[in-house]
T-cell receptor
Framework: DARVTQTPRHKVTEMGQEVTMRCQPILGHNTVFWYRQTMMQGLELLAYFRNRAPLDDSGMPKDRFSAEMPDATLATLKIQPSEPRDSAVYFC?????????????FGEGSRLTVL | QKEVEQNSGPLSVPEGAIASLNCTYS??????FFWYRQYSGKSPELIMSIYSNGDKEDGRFTAQLNKASQYVSLLIRDSQPSDSATYLC?????????????FGTGTRLLVSP
């Protein structure tokens, strides 16, 4: 059963702490996305990789957020230092990268609470 | 102006009725349009895609696209309580990159028995 796996599912931390979220995309998918979802803003794209290369991270606050794909089976999103306004659900999604298809497969999300 | 706009709802319909969900987008270069469904506490899942003007039907779902008006809609016929969820409109295209989806904030649908 192919699926996107995200860890941790829930994270509560204190302001100023480092947070690392991990994602294992579906095997064979070559595009990986990090989205953040809040009630007010909805789903916001933070970063986008194709074949492990970052294509777009314009939605990510550069001073505290970083996203990487050390290999094809792992994508990471790091926040350092974390702030209360970073509290949200962070979704990783992967896609086959072919044609016009917009079928992205989402992980179950990482719910982050920064106190 | 947001790139993709949806009424947040909730849209309440009785079981068996037609639910009509609407979405407008600002980028005229958008070429691909999608509807995702998200149950409370769950992740979004794709239910419909449409690329050309007109209607596209899949079971109880019909997606409608009007590029001239920059308008996309989703009709759900014979609505069921299990359809109660948030429906997210997403677009992509040349200006954004075909696989880079821009999402609306979603419309919450409530179907009452």
């Amino acid at each position: 059963d192919a699926r996107v796996t995200q860890t941790p599912r829930h994270k509560v931390t204190e302001m100023g702490q480092e947070v690392t979220m991990r994602c294992q995309p579906i095997l064979g998918h070559n595009t990986v996305f990090w989205y953040r979802q809040t009630m007010m803003q909805g789903l916001e794209l933070l970063a986008y990789f194709r074949n492990r290369a970052p294509l777009d991270d314009s939605g990510m606050p550069k001073d505290r957020f970083s996203a990487e794909m050390p290999d094809a089976t792992l994508a990471t999103l790091k926040i350092q230092p974390s702030e209360p306004r970073d509290s949200a659900v962070y979704f990783c999604a992967s896609g086959s990268g072919q044609g016009r298809t917009g079928e992205l497969f989402f992980g179950e999300g990482s719910r982050l609470t920064v106190l | 102006q947001k790139e993709v706009e949806q009424n947040s709802g909730p849209l309440s319909v009785p079981e068996g009725a037609i639910a009509s969900l609407n979405c407008t987008y600002s980028d005229r270069g958008s070429q691909s349009f999608f509807w995702y469904r998200q149950y409370s506490g769950k992740s979004p899942e794709l239910i419909m895609s449409i690329y050309s003007n007109g209607d596209k039907e899949d079971g109880r779902f019909t997606a409608q696209l009007n590029k001239a008006s920059q308008y996309v809609s989703l009709l759900i016929r014979d609505s069921q309580p299990s359809d109660s969820a948030t429906y997210l409109c997403a677009v992509s295209g040349m200006n954004t990159g075909f696989q880079k989806l821009v999402f609306g904030t979603g419309t919450r649908l409530l179907v009452s028995p």
